[in-house]
């Protein structure tokens, strides 16, 4: 089974959890050839509701003592760029997309992001999209 693990950390970040568990992220989420994906919500608002098909399975849940155990099961990450969400998703050795949360004032996360990515660790973006 193919999972994709998103993590907010011990944070809310809705627009993550609302971007990632929309119905187009989904589809596009399968047609990459995924059939779970697990979302860490932490102390947000956007509270995806769980479900499972025959192709597909959508976990959510607060918190948990431990992440190594989605980590070690995930074959993606997406997170939000808290160092310490970072840093344990690269010590697994996990492919790694870290969503900068727009809406943080004196964005560090930004900058740990953007050092990251210039030395091949990750890749990084935002919430925002547009449509043409």
Known sequence: MKCVFVTVGTTSFDD????????????????????????QIGRG?????????????????RYKDSLKEDLQKADLVISHAGAGSCLETLEKRKPLIVVINEKLMNNHQLELAKQLHK?????YCTCRYTRN
């Open 45 to 61: 608002k956007v509270v995806p509701e769980p479900f499972s098909t025959e192709s597909f399975t959508l976990d959510v849940y």
């Open 119 to 123: 030395d091949g660790h990750l890749f």
């Open 16 to 39: 993550l959890i609302a971007c990632v568990s929309a119905h187009d992220s989904l589809q596009i989420i399968q047609s990459l050839g995924y059939n779970r994906l697990v979302l």
